[in-house]
């Protein structure tokens, strides 16, 4: 989905396939919980330091989708180097917790997943 769309083709009045069409992608929620981690606003390398397997471009389109959506906020100054810096709105303050009950439970449920994958893929003949 590019930032400019706004909603989902299929289903634009389905307010969950809206939102998660953007928050559900691969890098969205780990940007936002690195913004949540951090002590204050952060810079864009400082961002892509925590989360060092994104692309430039992709982390720029990523903090572009989720400022469009209101979940972030961007400051740019007008200083000799200009310096730009990214922090989670109140909207998405009100993610975080979700969010980090999501994380919560995956890492509770992880192993057991893996091991039913295994099974699975054993009983397919596929391991």
């Known amino acids: 989905m590019t930032h400019d769309q706004v909603l989902d083709p299929m289903f634009p009045e389905c307010p969950v396939r809206n939102v998660l069409s953007r928050i559900g992608d691969k890098w969205s929620i780990l940007v936002i919980l690195t913004l949540d981690g951090a002590t204050g606003p952060m810079r864009f390398k400082e961002i892509q330091a925590v989360v060092p397997d994104i692309s430039q471009k992709m982390l720029t389109t990523t903090l572009r989708d989720l400022e469009v ?34 994380v919560n439970w995956a890492l509770n449920n992880l192993s057991g997943i893996v091991k039913d994958r295994r099974a699975y893929l054993e009983k397919k003949g596929k391991a």
């Open 69 to 102: 959506d209101g979940l972030v906020s961007r400051q740019a100054y007008a200083e000799i180097p200009p310096r730009v810096e990214y922090e989670l709105t109140e909207r998405a303050r009100t993610l975080t917790p979700l969010i980090h009950n999501l």
